[in-house]
């Protein structure tokens, strides 16, 4: 929970790399929404009190979307909201298009969505108020990978250096998994840990990223 917001963040860890799923709560409406479907419902149920109004996906990498249809199946109405490139058959409901910098409602309180290609073709963070849910582009302690068939880094360096890091520092964000030493940071602590958040230019980046999955593949 952050005092300094109309709002409250439950972080659930599960899925099938500590993925996070949370759950976000208006303070003034008791309005609440999803954010991914990577964990369980039967461990969010107990802190949910209205039927949640919809679900923000990150992108649709199996592990985010792995428990859709269970939420699905207990809250029918609920709306899923992704990216207009996204492969709507894949979720058998009525899917809701949000696109770059469109506005969302949760309850009282605006959102926006902010369309960060590069892990996957149709990543999105969704910032609330002081909040930046990541999902997999950005993580404590460094960005996301790019090694999928749909991944580019090209336009991960874009969204990392021309959308993210031009927030404000003081956001906080809030990742996909639970990869770094806390769950959640600030922007601004964040650069200071990661090198793939201090380089110079592209290829900066690209040599920095080469360097990352090399110590990677020793560990």
């Keep these: 929970m952050n005092p300094e917001t109309d709002f409250s963040i439950r972080s659930f860890i599960g899925g099938y790399d500590k993925n996070f799923t949370y759950l976000v709560t208006c303070f003034r409406t008791g309005t609440q929404i999803f954010i991914d479907a990577s964990v369980n419902l039967s461990v969010i149920k107990p802190f ?113 250096y021309e959308i993210i890091l031009k927030l404000p520092d003081n956001i906080r964000i809030y990742p996909g998994h639970d990869y770094g030493a806390t769950p959640s940071i600030t922007i601004k602590e964040n650069i200071l840990i990661s090198p793939l958040l201090q380089a110079k230019n592209l290829e900066d980046f690209k040599n920095l990223m080469d360097e990352y999955e090399k110590n990677r593949s020793r560990i």
Excluded: W
Aim: proline content about 4%.
């Design 48 to 160: 949910i009190k209205i039927p949640p109004k919809a679900i923000l996906i990150t992108h649709t990498h199996g592990d985010h979307i792995a428990f859709l249809s269970q939420y699905l199946k207990e809250y029918p109405d609920l709306v899923v909201v992704g990216h207009p490139k996204t492969d709507e058959s894949i979720f058998d409901v009525k899917y809701q298009k949000i696109f770059d910098r469109q506005l969302f409602n949760l309850g009282a309180i605006k959102g926006k969505a902010l369309h960060t290609p590069g892990h996957y073709f149709d990543s999105i963070c969704y910032y609330i108020e002081s909040v930046l849910f990541t999902g997999d582009t950005m993580f404590v302690g460094r960005t996301g990978r790019v090694i999928s068939a749909k991944s580019d880094i090209n336009a991960l360096y874009k969204s990392i």
